[in-house]
């Protein structure tokens, strides 16, 4: 069967829109790892979710850093949650917005951090323009991949599952919202390789601008 073209596309934030270098540079401080950091968080998280169970992002991302850098002041620690403030977009995260919004396709924003604190990077980095809406898991009560936040997500825009579209680099987010009924889109650039065991997607690409393309092409 054809998967149709989505109306409205939803991207997610940390690491698909927004780089984390900051948070690399001061983790790096630390002798903390981002990718271990990172995990750790998204652990977390993800068994949060599982046993029922919702914290918001700063309060898991400050528990894994604690947990890592036990030894380090607050203050340090406090540097390394700021550095989320002030994440850098990715050069290929404006033409694709773009190009959708100038295709008639409404964008918003699905986040397992902070609904204000993505508000803000979007609006730092110009690219509030681009954005409709910004929905951040809070109200959903369970972070992505759960089926829960995508749902939620369908229901706040009156769509369809299969009417709505969602972009990632994590392929654990892409399989999220496919289990949900969402069209997919993956962006190889940070994960390369996308793991047998997970939904495929419906659309993949080297950078967002491909992705956006692929869905764009699928029929209306």
């Given at each position: 069967m054809s998967v149709r073209r989505p109306s409205i596309v939803a991207?997610?934030?940390?690491?698909?829109?927004?780089?984390?270098?900051?948070?690399?540079?001061e983790l790096a401080r630390l002798d903390v790892g981002l990718d271990l950091f990172f995990a750790r968080v998204l652990r977390d998280g993800f068994a949060l979710a599982a046993s029922g169970t919702?914290?918001?992002?700063?309060?898991?991302?400050?528990?894994?850093?604690?947990?890592?850098a036990p030894h380090t002041s607050t203050e340090a620690r406090d540097?390394?949650?700021a550095a989320f403030r002030r994440l850098p977009a990715h050069p290929d995260a404006e033409p694709a917005l773009r190009s959708l919004v100038e295709a008639d396709v409404a964008v918003v924003?699905?986040?397992n951090g902070s609904a204000d604190?993505?508000?803000?990077?979007?609006?730092?980095?110009?690219?509030?323009?681009?954005i409709a809406r910004v929905v951040g898991v809070e109200d959903a009560g369970a972070w992505k991949p759960t089926p829960t936040p995508y749902r939620h997500l369908v229901e706040l825009l009156h769509r369809e599952p299969g009417d709505v579209g969602f972009v990632a680099v994590h392929a654990w987010d892409i399989h999220g919202a496919s289990r949900a009924g969402l069209v997919t889109g993956w962006c190889s650039r940070l994960?390369?390789?996308?793991?047998?065991i997970f939904d495929r997607?419906?659309?993949?690409?080297?950078?967002l601008g491909g992705v956006a393309a692929g869905l764009l092409a699928r029929m209306a």
């Open positions: 991207f997610d934030v940390i690491e698909t829109l927004f780089s984390l270098a900051p948070v690399a540079d919702y914290r918001p992002f700063g309060e898991v991302a400050s528990a894994a850093l604690a947990g890592l540097h390394v949650l924003a699905l986040t604190t993505t508000s803000e990077l979007l609006a730092q980095a110009g690219l509030d323009r681009y994960e390369h390789h996308y793991p047998a997607p419906d659309v993949s690409a080297d950078d």
